[in-house]
């Protein structure tokens, strides 16, 4: 068995777009694991995203057999990656090959940081990244629930941002103990990369909290939520939850899904009130 290495940045061609999803086709039916979102398959054709893959090809049968995915989600030079191998060649070295094409191509971006990502559950997939010198972090769990119109709560006023910066920055500060220049990075972010809208909710004139949307496909994600801490309990969370699955059905979504660390009882109380049901868990983990 000849095995082939190789090296290719986003945005990826069709043809081998459809390689990958071939891959974490089979990778899901062997597993019950749902590889695709993990390797980045949604973003790796767009020009917007940062990042790459490394690819592994059995040259005797001409099919990819594995591959690694690495993309810098923030622009800040931090990468996370993963990688899936189809099951009947795992074990085979195709993996430590992968991982070693991946370090290479951070090397060369200068990457100054790096989480592997792991899905709960998948076979070999923590041993394998532990005997590789990684340490588990944390664990985020993946939420969902349908798209679908709901009536929206008239009391809290949900609209596109329009220039709150310094509001926003007290949110994230106080909610997630952002510094100034790292909310000013999200801010940025999230108002200027394709298919992400940045949202502000507002009750009594006073900006109260944020959501930000993001289109891939059928589903639509929501990220960096946040209610001002002094208003939490007045439903500002719920209100800009409901309001995400109402826009993403009228955007022609059909799922709203979205990441939440494990250790965060407070905000999975609020994600599973509001109708979302935990889809599967990723773990992370830090190189040693």
Not at 7 to 33: H, I, M, Q
Not at 121 to 143: D, M, N, Q, V
Request: charged fraction near 25%.
């Amino acid at each position: 068995m000849e095995i082939s290495v190789i090296t290719v940045s986003f945005p990826l061609d069709g043809e081998t777009l459809n390689e990958l999803k071939l891959l974490c086709e089979e990778a899901t039916l062997n597993d019950y694991r749902v590889y695709e979102t993990i390797m980045n398959i949604p973003m790796a054709s767009s020009f917007d995203s940062k990042g790459f893959m490394v690819l592994a090809y059995d040259d005797d049968k001409d099919v990819l057999v594995g591959a690694a995915s690495a993309i810098d989600l923030m622009g800040l030079h931090t990468y996370e990656w993963s990688l899936v191998v189809t099951p009947l060649y795992r074990q085979k070295g195709i993996g430590t090959a992968l991982v070693g094409g991946l370090q290479v191509g951070l090397d060369e971006r200068g990457a100054e940081g790096q989480l592997a990502v792991v899905i709960d559950g998948s076979p070999f997939g923590h041993t394998f990244i532990e005997k590789r010198g990684y340490t588990y972090s944390f664990s985020e769990a993946t939420l969902e629930t349908r798209a679908e119109q709901v009536e929206l709560r008239n009391e809290i006023e949900i609209s596109p941002y329009a220039g709150e910066q310094a509001e926003l920055m007290t949110i994230y500060s106080e909610a997630f103990g952002d510094l100034p220049e790292e909310s000013k990075e999200l801010i940025a972010f999230n108002t200027s990369a394709n298919g992400r809208k940045l949202w502000i909710a507002r009750k009594d004139g006073e900006v109260v909290g944020t959501v930000t949307t993001v289109e891939e496909n059928e589903v639509q994600w929501v990220t960096a939520l946040a209610v001002l801490p002094t208003c939490e309990g007045q439903g500002i969370g719920t209100a800009l939850l409901t309001f995400s699955k109402d826009f993403a059905s009228k955007n022609g979504a059909k799922y709203v899904m979205l990441d939440v660390e494990i250790e965060n009882s407070k905000a999975l109380s609020v994600y599973e009130k509001a109708g979302f049901m935990k889809a599967q868990q990723i773990d992370y983990f830090v190189k040693n």
